[in-house]
């Protein structure tokens, strides 16, 4: 299934009970932003995702600063939101990263029919649709996962990783050269990276730019098997996953701990 939807190709199911909505609205600077935004509107029905205690297990000394939930951990949530394997889910935030990283999770688990709405919520205004801020809920399901792990590498995989496979840092460039760094408490990036800014792949009005720019962009990667991605957190890492996958290329994997990971468990880095 294509990774992404546009609100035209939506609208003759706004009203219907075929959309499984989740709000995934998140700012890193404020992590009370999306959770508040979604209690004072949201679209109607929809469920709230959110980044810290639904994307995201608990940290430790390791794993980076956005370490996945445990599989018992992301199941208990699709669970406790009700949703079942053939649930058609489309996933909006007010750009691309927070989506990205539920599209991806659920992709993990194997789900399907999972989409990110292209341009986010305010696609979804411009066509004048119902906004709530109303919170349902569902009954619990009984999630049947059925895990994907060849999507997934960890430390040792990239530490130990052949010198053919190719490994993408999906930050800004000056991050990437270890320059204006604000987030992480060591600059630089993980020895033999290319840079890949995730950015690079959405349009001003937070669509994914298209096809003949993202082969451009990707001209690189699209010729290489399995790369490895990361970025700090293995959060904007996703939508180049993403869009990747809009391309047709599937075999992508992603480093979840990606450089905040690495930087707890070794001092190899490079500037």
């Not at 999972?114 to 919520?121: A, S």
Request: with cysteine; proline share 4%.
């Amino acid at each position: 299934m294509f990774p992404t939807i546009q609100m035209t190709d939506l609208q003759q199911l706004v009203h219907t009970d075929q959309i499984r909505w989740f709000d995934c609205r998140y700012d890193l600077q404020h992590p009370d932003y999306g959770r508040e935004a979604f209690q004072a509107s949201h679209i109607q029905d929809a469920q709230y995702l959110d980044l810290v205690t639904d994307l995201s297990g608990p940290r430790s000394a390791t794993g980076g600063r956005h370490p996945l939930p445990s599989k018992e951990q992301w199941i208990q949530t699709l669970e406790s939101h009700g949703v079942h394997r053939d649930d058609f889910i489309v996933l909006y935030d007010d750009g691309f990263p927070f989506a990205a990283r539920a599209w991806w999770l659920l992709k993990w688990a194997g789900h399907e029919r999972v989409v990110v709405l292209e341009g986010g919520l305010s696609s979804y205004l411009a066509f004048d649709f119902p906004m709530s801020n109303d919170v349902i809920t569902f009954e619990r399901s009984s999630y049947q996962a059925v895990f994907q792990d060849e999507m997934l590498v960890d430390y040792g995989q990239v530490k130990h990783r052949s010198k053919e496979t190719l490994l993408v840092d999906s930050r800004s460039p000056d991050r990437f050269r270890g320059q204006n760094e604000t987030i992480d408490p060591i600059a630089g990036h993980i020895p033999g990276a290319v840079n890949c800014f995730f950015e690079d792949a959405i349009s001003p009005d937070g669509r994914l730019k298209d096809a003949e720019d993202l082969k451009e962009l990707y001209a690189d990667l699209l010729n290489a098997d399995s790369p490895i991605l990361y970025c700090g957190s293995g959060v904007t890492a996703c939508v180049n996953v993403l869009a990747l996958h809009a391309l047709g290329k599937t075999d992508v994997r992603l480093y979840a701990g990606s450089y905040s990971d690495w930087i707890s468990q070794t001092d190899e880095i490079t500037k």
